[in-house]
């Protein structure tokens, strides 16, 4: 349900304009930094210099480290009734 309604926010408190819910969702881009072989794809372990196959938790682990500092992009969205705002930008 895509509708071009903004959210509504009433003293720091967000609010969905269709349903008046305060079941909302922010979706936001982050900058994940990794790196891996130009020409393999696989990562690299930059301690050691060598590529490896990081396990999930080491995946979940670089997730939660990432920074959303300058985030590019992100929406909102209502989890009663599945409002989802317009992509906003910086």
Known sequence: MREQ?????K?????CPVCGSKKITINTS???NKSEDANTGK???ILKNK???????EKAAAYD???TEGVGC???ECRKCGWISETLTE
């Open 30 to 32: 982050t900058a994940l």
């Open 43 to 45: 990562y690299i372990d």
């Open 5 to 9: 309604k903004e959210i509504i926010c």
């Open 74 to 76: 992100w929406n909102y």
């Open 51 to 57: 590529p490896y196959r990081m396990s999930n938790r």
């Open 65 to 67: 480290r990432a920074s």
């Open 11 to 15: 003293d720091g408190i967000y609010y």
